[in-house]
């Protein structure tokens, strides 16, 4: 079957450094997305991982073990705004063409 | 349009009633989907268009949820009796080609409904 997990809820302090761990099982595997949800709105895209290893972004950066069904979004800096829940979502081969959603992290960064 | 545009943002209704979710996607994506968000869960594949290919229902929970996309573009998710499991945020997003490329999808910003 197809699981996905991540943390349910996250508490970090401004400025501080937060990793938001993900953990797949999939039948297949064609890349692995990050995606931001503020309360009441729309995901948006943060970042996309195919390949082993990190991806920087800005404040942001993403790793993928594809070996070990693993990946984390690492937040540096963090500021208020970054108080959102994320979520970790894996593109798999029977999927057809849509994407498996983890549960999400809700994260709330505390001045 | 500059982004995937969904109506109502909100809806109350009461159990039995039908619904219908409205949902446009930006200009030129091929592609369609519908998901379901109910709180504090994860989204939830509902059904996608792709094309003028056969629809993926799939996702669909029952023979009371369907969904039409008309002219490759405007998609309507339709409820009918509804039931109170049925409350949720039911986002719309699409991309260029199936499977969004390396980006994932652009989504709307949901519909949220309550049946009472």
């Known amino acids: 079957g197809q699981n996905i997990d991540q943390p349910t809820e996250m508490t970090a302090t401004e400025g501080a450094i937060v990793q938001i761990n993900c953990t797949y099982q999939?039948?297949?595997?064609?890349?692995l997305f990050w995606y931001q949800q503020h309360a009441g709105e729309a995901p948006t895209f943060l970042s996309y991982?195919?390949?082993?290893g990190l991806e920087e972004k800005g404040r942001f950066s993403s790793f993928l073990s594809r070996s070990k069904g693993y990946s984390y979004l690492l937040l540096k800096e963090l500021q208020m705004k970054d108080s959102a829940s994320y979520l970790c979502a894996v593109k798999g081969d029977n999927y057809g063409q849509n994407f498996v959603f983890g549960p999400g992290t809700r994260l709330s960064v505390l001045p | 349009g500059a982004g995937v545009s969904q109506s109502p943002s909100n809806k109350v209704t009461e159990k039995g009633k039908d619904v219908e979710l409205r949902c446009d996607p930006i200009?030129?994506?091929?592609?369609l989907y519908w998901y379901r968000q109910s709180l504090g869960q994860g989204l939830e594949f509902l059904i996608y268009?792709?094309?003028?290919?056969?629809?993926?229902k799939s996702g669909l929970p029952s023979d009371r949820f369907s969904a039409e996309r008309t002219g490759g573009s405007v998609s309507t998710l339709t409820i009918q009796r509804t039931q109170q499991e049925d409350s949720a945020v039911y986002l719309c997003?699409?991309?260029?080609?199936?499977?969004?490329?390396?980006?994932?999808?652009?989504f709307g910003s949901g519909t949220r409904l309550t049946v009472v």
């Open positions: 997003a699409s991309s260029l080609v199936a499977g969004g490329a390396n980006y994932g999808y652009t």
């Open positions: 991982n195919v390949l082993d």
């Open positions: 268009f792709q094309g003028n290919s056969a629809p993926d």
């Open positions: 999939t039948s297949g595997f064609n890349g």
């Open positions: 200009s030129g994506h091929t592609a």
